[in-house]
């Protein structure tokens, strides 16, 4: 596609559910990114993948969070028994790879999450 | 631990007026700097990434710099508009560990009035 995709845009649910994000990256990237927004703090780096290497998790604030990235493209971000502080908007970014180096990273426009 | 601040985190500024954001850095080993641009129920925009050997790098009316050694980076918007209201947020990528994640900073909100 022509960016980087997410869907639902936003989503309510209430505690204790499990819900389930889903990123569409620009064709062709090699890397994707999961962040995440809450209201009043800057982004936070959640998982990374590159390619089939094993994903960086080093940004997962819990076990309640996985992410699986499948075919090298689309991946989907799971948040298991919901908290009320895991509401936040949840962006995701792509990237290509050049010798090497991650170039610039493109954005979706995010899922919003409300957990009620 | 790499900690990104930007200041101010808010600026309100009348249109045509010229004016800098400011960015800085605690770990001076960075990969690069990138400055993004964010509108009201979007995604993130990038707008200039400046590599660790390079000093600034210019796009239209915007012009970043980057100071590794002191830990800082700018960014100049000459001419505002008010279309250039929307959230600026400045990223560092570090050195070693995973090469994917940027640190972001928290922000600075603009508001160019007509």
């Known amino acids: 596609g022509a960016g980087v995709s997410q869907s639902p845009s936003n989503k309510v649910t209430e505690k204790g559910k499990d819900v389930e994000l889903r990123c569409d990256p620009i064709s062709g990237h090699t890397a994707l990114y999961w962040y995440r927004q809450s209201l009043g703090q800057g982004l936070e780096f959640l998982i990374y993948f590159q390619g089939n290497s094993a994903p960086d998790k080093s940004g997962l604030p819990s076990d309640r969070f996985s992410a699986e990235r499948t075919g090298g493209s689309v991946s989907t971000l799971t948040i298991q028994r919901t908290q009320q502080e895991d509401s936040a908007v949840y962006l995701c970014a792509s990237s290509s790879t050049l010798a090497g180096v991650q170039e610039t990273q493109y954005f979706g426009p995010g899922t919003r999450l409300l957990v009620l | 631990k790499q900690e990104v601040t930007q200041i101010p985190a808010a600026l309100s500024v009348p249109e045509g007026e010229n004016l800098v954001l400011n960015c800085s850095f605690t770990d001076s080993a960075i990969y690069n700097l990138q400055w993004f641009r964010q509108d009201p129920g979007k995604g993130l925009t990038s707008l200039l990434l400046?590599?660790?050997?390079?000093r600034e790098q210019t796009s239209g009316r915007l012009n970043a710099s980057l100071d590794k050694s002191s830990g800082r980076s700018t960014l100049y918007i000459a001419a505002s508009q008010p279309g250039d209201s929307a959230t600026y947020l400045c990223a560092v990528r570090r050195y070693g560990g995973s090469q994917g994640n940027l640190i972001f900073g928290k922000g600075t909100k603009l508001s160019v009035k007509p």
């Open positions: 400046i590599q660790s050997s390079q």
